[in-house]
């Protein structure tokens, strides 16, 4: 054997130990993270639910609805999910019922350690007057067969039975779901397929206005307008109303404007994120752009509560904080995760909060009415005054995040590993106190 041939097996076999080595370090790091917030998790949540799925989701959304249970101190939720198989495993769009207890204050006696639940089925409620057993529970309602993994899926807001999933193909599809059985039947049969995408696509936004409405966005680097409502009995083709082509890279996310039903967001590894206003007749330029990251722009949201301000999320480790009116810079970037931040979503209910989900294994809720806040000495190594609540429950990468749009606080995380969270930070750690700052001053 050449001496050359040698070496370069002996150097191959080096780095194979020491990556080895780098990722049994990195997971007895993430173990003593875990065990650190196993220890002091009944202190830090009001609420907290842990299920194992068979397969993981990329993506996770809340139902707008929810069914009050009689005689029970419990609603039933609803969530939106997929899978992401492996080999020749079938997929599905997931509908789960969640049942969750009324708001109530917990006690730190009902923590379970070994479910790693707060109120789980079998334990008492703190504000369960009737001396009944509080049942929080999860449970696959619904499959409807898909084609390969499911890369993003949303309801339509003016009709949740409407559901519009990205593909790995670059199709995306849309199910009506009344007309599919809570079974699998092997048959994939969307109502409707939106063609044109030349690639596999993670961005998907319903238009909040015009009912039937979508954006989509791609690998192919480009953003897509649709209507469904062209929708024929003779075809279920569905194809574009607009092709966008103002980004130079792959297009992570894309968002309507809450207001302005003719802005759309829209976010790219170019770097940049970009406004179009549909208006314009052109379709190879935006109306507005901006450079404000050092890589990818993975995720775009509008403040719901406010015309002018949105959070981009990237690679770089960092959320930005922009003014419509002035894009020339950002107004803040919150810096607190250690890789990319990959999902962003406003609070239904508080105006000046904002999650991010990063890569790290975290779920952040900042508090931008907290920004400059004077913060004591010891607090300073937690983070900037603005970051109000670490989730770091998860021992793999978060693929998704969603609010419960009915109970403040309640959110629902997904990890890579099939793990899948649902709980609510303690009001204990994020209600209002004598020194809270008015919401309003977002805007300020």
């Given at each position: 054997m050449a001496l050359g041939q040698v070496e370069m097996e002996e150097d191959v076999a080096m780095s194979n130990t020491e990556q080895d080595d780098e990722e049994?370090?990195?997971?007895?790091?993430?173990?003593?993270?875990?065990?650190?917030?196993?220890?002091?998790?009944?202190?830090?949540?009001d609420m907290l639910l842990g299920n194992a799925l068979e397969w993981p989701t990329l993506t996770t959304q809340w139902f707008p609805d929810k069914q009050s249970k009689p005689d029970h101190d419990v609603s039933i939720h609803r969530l939106l999910l997929g899978t992401h198989t492996s080999s020749e495993a079938p997929n599905y769009l997931q509908i789960a019922n969640v049942h969750l207890p009324n708001p109530a204050t917990p006690e730190v006696r009902n923590y379970d350690e070994d479910r790693e639940e707060i109120g789980g089925y079998g334990s008492a409620s703190g504000g369960n007057t009737r001396g009944q057993l509080v049942e929080i529970k999860f449970n696959i309602t619904q499959k409807i067969d898909h084609p390969g993994e499911v890369n993003k899926a949303r309801y339509m807001p003016?009709?949740?039975?409407?559901?519009?999933?990205?593909?790995?193909?670059g199709r995306g599809l849309i199910f009506d779901r009344t007309k599919h059985s809570n079974n699998p039947s092997g048959v994939i049969n969307p109502q409707m397929e939106l063609n044109g995408h030349e690639k596999e696509g993670f961005g998907l936004c319903w238009s909040q206005?015009?009912?039937?409405?979508?954006?989509?966005?791609?690998?192919?680097?480009?953003?897509?307008?649709?209507?469904?409502?062209?929708?024929s009995k003779q075809s279920k083709e569905i194809i574009p109303l607009s092709t966008y082509t103002h980004h130079s890279a792959i297009v992570n996310d894309v968002q309507y404007h809450p207001t302005y039903s003719y802005v759309i967001g829209t976010v790219s590894d170019d770097l940049t994120l970009q406004i179009l206003d549909t208006r314009a007749s052109g379709t190879t330029q935006s109306r507005s752009q901006a450079t404000g990251h050092v890589d990818a722009v993975n995720a775009i949201s509008f403040n719901p509560a406010s015309e002018v301000i949105f959070a981009t999320a990237s690679a770089d480790h960092t959320v930005g904080i922009w003014d419509l009116r002035h894009l020339k810079a950002k107004v803040h970037s919150l810096d607190a995760h250690h890789e990319a931040v990959t999902s962003l979503a406003w609070h239904p209910f508080e105006k000046a909060v904002l999650g991010s989900a990063s890569y790290d294994r975290r779920v952040l809720f900042w508090d931008l009415s907290k920004i400059g806040s004077e913060q004591p000495t010891e607090d300073q190594e937690d983070g900037p005054p603005e970051l109000i609540f670490m989730h770091g429950g998860h021992t793999n990468r978060i693929s998704d995040f969603s609010w419960n749009l009915n109970d403040p606080w309640v959110v629902c995380s997904a990890a890579e590993d099939n793990l899948i969270q649902i709980w609510k930070v303690a009001n204990a750690i994020v209600g209002k106190d004598s020194d809270f700052v008015p919401s309003e001053e977002v805007d300020q």
């Open positions: 049994n370090t990195e997971n007895k790091v993430i173990n003593e993270e875990y065990k650190i917030w196993k220890k002091n998790a009944p202190f830090l949540y003016q009709n949740p039975d409407l559901i519009a999933t990205m593909c790995i193909d206005h015009n009912e039937g409405h979508l954006a989509t966005g791609s690998e192919d680097c480009t953003v897509r307008l649709w209507d469904i409502s062209q929708f």
